[in-house]
């Protein structure tokens, strides 16, 4: 193990760290309907997440050949960069959570490997027509598909169910979202983890510790199984609350329909070989679901607001992500120390701010709105 | 850069086709499940067979999510 520098250390930490954030990040996206409707407690929701998050873990051999799947050029990638580019993209990740806005984790890490090379290796080292080809464009379409698929199935849930009693249907499909939520929370943890794998992976190689074409040790798939599994656990309350209430009052027909959808586009774009982003499907079907039901009503603000975050995520990802490798590249071990730290005491102030109005498993479906600063009135009443 | 609309379609037709379909064969299992509970005063008919389409409906459901797990595990291709 002498290969493995204070760099490398570094880098692995920070992409465990990394894959903590990308699992609690998107918990929501397989149970925030589930939560909402009542198919499951929050604590079991976010329980039986977690644990097919890990069993994912381990399941997954194919572990991701690159970081980047060809968008940047990786002969250029130093550990340095891969380690500026990670900081990017927690830091993304953290503030998006704040405000409670699902944004995409793989753009988030995508992002700040783009800016990190750029500013690292300089612009050709990026390959903008990959960019368009595997990030752009299944952004744009995989929402719209999901959202379709989740609004006819919605729209005909409800057509044939008009005229039977409401009771057992509503049980009957809270049963069937919870096997619908678990297939999205097995597949996350076989596409998510893998990725934080491939990094520490590549990473290891790039410093010799590993062979060309080695796979990961078990050391590391256990890690980042860990760390994606205690992510989904401790649970982005936040997230799950603008995924399951704000964008439109999900009842359990309705969960059950966008949860269907999402299993069958990630897994049918998998099959054929989109990457995608499981948030942006998620949202996709919850909003379709929510068009598919008359009278539901679907809060178009904070459907607006998310899609700004997906805009933004890249470019805001690349930004953080080329400042920490132009510190990194041209500081050496100090750079990356100053930028570690920085990035500490960044995180460390989100989640300060977030305690001023904490969202857990007992107020997540209290309200639909996420609100910064003091306690919201909903909250007092509750309290009092 | 081209794109692949082909690869797109199939995506879109093939996602939208089963959600559809899972989504219709499970509602009509519980409507099935449904007819049970409220076929309890009346004679044995509708309840024996609201028993038949839920069982059947969500057997074949069970088969869309075991074929589902198939895809997911890389071990059992």
Redesign the interface.
């Given at each position: 193990m002498d290969h493995i520098t204070f760099l490398v250390a570094v880098v692995i930490v920070t992409a465990l760290a990394f894959d903590f954030t990308n699992g609690f990040h998107d918990t929501a996206n397989a149970m925030a309907t589930s939560i909402a409707t009542g198919a499951l407690k929050p604590r079991t929701a976010v329980l039986v997440s977690g644990a097919l998050n890990l069993v994912?873990a381990f399941?997954?051999?194919?572990v991701a050949k690159t970081i980047s799947g060809g968008i940047v050029d990786e002969r250029l990638v130093s550990p340095g960069m891969i380690f500026a580019g990670l900081v990017g993209a927690i830091l993304w990740n953290l503030l998006t959570w704040l405000v409670g806005l699902p944004s995409s984790s793989s753009h988030a890490l995508f992002g700040g490997l783009i800016g990190a090379v750029w500013v690292g290796a300089g612009s050709h080292g990026v390959h903008f027509?990959k960019v368009?080809?595997k990030i752009l464009?299944p952004a744009v379409?995989s929402p719209v598909?999901?959202g379709?698929?989740?609004l006819?199935?919605?729209y005909?849930?409800y057509r044939?169910?008009a005229r039977?009693?409401q009771k057992?249907?509503a049980e009957?499909?809270r049963i069937?979202q919870i096997?619908s939520a678990s297939?999205v929370s097995?597949?996350h943890g076989?596409n998510d983890a893998q990725k934080t794998m491939g990094v520490i992976t590549l990473t290891l190689i790039s410093a010799g510790a590993l062979g060309p074409d080695a796979g990961p040790p078990v050391w590391v798939i256990a890690s980042a199984g860990l760390a994606i599994g205690l992510g989904t656990y401790l649970g982005g309350w936040r997230i799950i609350r603008t995924m399951g209430k704000g964008l439109t009052e999900i009842q359990s027909?309705q969960g059950?329909?966008a949860e269907?959808?999402s299993?069958?586009?990630i897994?049918?774009?998998?099959?054929?070989?989109?990457a995608l982003s499981t948030t942006q499907v998620a949202s996709g079907s919850i909003l379709g679901a929510g068009l598919g039901r008359r009278l539901a009503e679907v809060r178009w603000g904070v459907a607006g607001r998310m899609v700004i975050a997906w805009l933004v995520t890249l470019p805001a990802a690349a930004l953080a992500g080329g400042l920490a490798a132009s510190a990194v590249t041209h500081g050496g071990n100090a750079g990356t120390t100053v930028v570690a730290l920085v990035g500490i005491a960044l995180a460390a102030g989100i989640v300060v701010i977030s305690r001023r109005n904490p969202v857990h498993a007992h107020n997540v479906n209290d309200t639909h709105e996420i609100t910064l600063g003091a306690a919201s009135p909903t909250d007092v009443r509750t309290a009092a | 850069m081209s794109i692949d609309w082909t690869a797109l379609g199939q995506v879109t037709a093939v996602s939208v086709g089963v959600t559809v379909a899972v989504v219709a064969v499970f509602t009509l299992g519980v409507l099935g499940l449904a007819r049970v509970e409220g076929g309890r005063a009346e004679p044995a008919g509708p309840s024996v067979a609201g028993r038949a389409q839920a069982a059947l409906c969500f057997l074949a459901c069970a088969a869309v999510v075991a074929y589902g797990i198939y895809l997911i595990v890389p071990q059992f291709h």
């Open positions: 994912g399941l997954s051999t194919e027509d368009v080809e464009i379409a598909v999901a379709v698929a989740a006819i199935a919605t005909l849930a044939f169910t039977a009693r057992p249907v009957g499909f069937g096997a297939l097995l597949a076989t027909p059950f329909a269907t959808a299993t069958t586009v897994l049918t774009s998998a099959h054929l070989g989109f | -």
